[in-house]
């Protein structure tokens, strides 16, 4: 009996494993995938979006390769420079993939509702970050991001609408969290505005003005403010997700 129950165990776990298995193939969770089809996927959304995108990799390929291979021939023995070369141009086609693939992501949302959420995606894990916040019928939208230089508020849409809509959510803020510093950003492609390909850079530039240990203070904070918030008048549909971003830039 002992004998059976064990062999029926076995299989069990035998079968859990295999549809596992089958699952993890056929997802598109990109937390499913292993590494070479991270790779993979990653190439064929960049491709996909940046045509030069081969260029530049088989460049940074060629190039390392070549440059190792010139050190070998005046230092002995010449193949294992061709080996360095060929496994630091792969690492270098790889450096490249991930620079061309953070401007395709950028490419792909451009324009689209909500897309500053891609851009707060690239933001480190110092950052809560906290998509549409409010919106309204316009689908004007307000992001918020809390970390090291204290909470920057985010506006896409009309330029007229969103500093409204900013100074407002400025004051609410400052109003739960009392001398902490808010910064207010619109983002968009015309003058004092900051870019959607430009926007995660510009908020890493800003001076820090608390510490790791306040952000979650201030964000625990904010979820009360964040509660008593109407329901978000956003359309139907599906809008850009930090994960898709996070997909095509980091692979995961």
């Not at 859990?16 to 990653?42: C, H, M, Y």
């Not at 906290?130 to 307000?142: F, H, K, Y």
């Not at 400025?170 to 926007?199: C, S």
Request: hydrophobic share 40%; charged share 25%; proline share 5%.
């Amino acid at each position: 009996m002992a004998s059976e129950r064990a062999k029926q165990l076995a299989a069990e776990q035998k079968a859990t494993k295999n549809a596992e298995k089958l699952r993890r193939k056929n997802s598109t969770d990109p937390k499913d995938w292993g590494q070479v089809r991270q790779i993979f996927e990653v190439y064929k959304v960049t491709a996909q979006h940046d045509p030069k995108a081969n260029l530049y990799m088989g460049g940074a390929l060629v190039l390392t390769i070549v440059v190792f291979t010139v050190i070998g021939i005046f230092i002995k023995p010449w193949w294992l420079y061709l080996v360095f070369g060929i496994l630091f141009g792969v690492l270098a086609a790889m450096s490249v993939l991930t620079w061309r693939a953070k401007s395709a992501t950028y490419k792909r949302y451009e324009g689209q509702k909500g897309s500053a959420e891609v851009a707060m995606s690239m933001l480190s894990k110092d950052w809560v970050k906290s998509p549409v916040i409010t919106a309204n019928r316009q689908l004007d939208i307000v992001h918020r991001a809390v970390g090291p230089a204290g909470i920057v508020l985010i506006g896409e849409g009309d330029p007229g609408r969103v500093r409204a809509m900013l100074a407002t959510e400025a004051k609410k803020h400052e109003q739960v969290k009392y001398g902490v510093k808010v910064t207010t950003i619109v983002m968009g492609d015309r003058d004092n505005q900051v870019p959607l390909d430009k926007l995660a850079d510009h908020i890493k530039k800003l001076p820090k003005v608390i510490k790791t240990a306040e952000i979650t203070d201030i964000s625990n904070r904010l979820k009360a403010l964040d509660s008593m918030r109407p329901k978000i008048p956003l359309p139907k549909g599906p809008m850009p997700t930090s994960k898709g971003a996070r997909a095509a830039v980091r692979g995961r």
